[in-house]
């Protein structure tokens, strides 16, 4: 199952672990890896701009990284396969970073509410020199996790398909991508809101889905960005070209004697004719996307491919 997995995908997830295991061996001697590359706040002595990036692949526990994990895979692997490796990986990690942006806006507007808290009449300019006075102790202000960008893929798999159901534990029913996406960005922003203090970004996870928001918007109205091509055509031309070559080998099917040539002249026909319904729900899907199919049509581009 594991090579079934896209490319980018399956390396995110090696990477991934792999610096979880390297942070648990390295805290047994004394190197505190998610200090090191955590992101920590931009007014702290230990902030560097690499973090931006080294953050996204540290996680705190077990259960951080397996929750992460989970969902880079569950809904990863469908935003790849329809985007391509190089736009989902260059999606996935700017989405990181956005969301390490809009931690450090947050973390900046709480390091100033607690400073005018206690002295009002502190300029802005003086806030910056207070910054720098306690740059020590804001070293604690730390943030690691690959949420921010697992929720920008979740928000990129409900806006491809948000009309797809999926069942949510604990949840009976199975609901609707879109809303799904929505129920959890609700769930963020009250989070945010009303649990400060819980030792959880929640608004570094809005961010990772603001910025993919933002970014899905972009290529959707740009349609000759070379970081568009259609809402998964690469994907679907790849399909395609499976059942090229199925219906390639299907002509090999010949006997000698005429019942036999007949039986394989009607296979041919048969054949033909289910290449032919293929290749139309295939064009409906580039002139009017996947949700446009109906359930017939959607079962029968599955059968297919999963025959191919």
Known sequence: MFRSIPTITKNLLIVNFLAFVATWILQLRGIDLAN???????????FHLFQFVTYMFLH???????????????FGCVVENVWGPKKFLFYYISCGIGAGL???IVQFFDFY???TAQEPSVTFSELFVLGRQLSQALNGWTTIGASGATYAVLL???????????FIFPLPIPIKAKWFVCGYAAIELFSAIGSSGDGVAHMAHLGGMLFGFLMIRYWNSHPDS??????GQEFFDRLKQNFDRRRGNSHMHVEQGGADRMDDMEYNARKKQHQDEIDAILDKIRKSGYDSLTKEEKQKLFEASRNS
């Open 102 to 104: 809009m931690q450090e």
């Open 156 to 166: 990129a798999f409900g806006m491809i398909f948000p009309n797809e159901r999926i």
């Open 36 to 46: 090191i590359g955590g992101l920590h706040f931009f007014m702290a002595s230990d």
């Open 113 to 115: 509410f607690r400073i």
């Open 226 to 231: 070379s970081y568009n091509r259609s809402g």
């Open 60 to 74: 705190a526990n077990l259960t951080h990284i397996f929750f992460n994990m989970f969902a880079l895979w569950m």
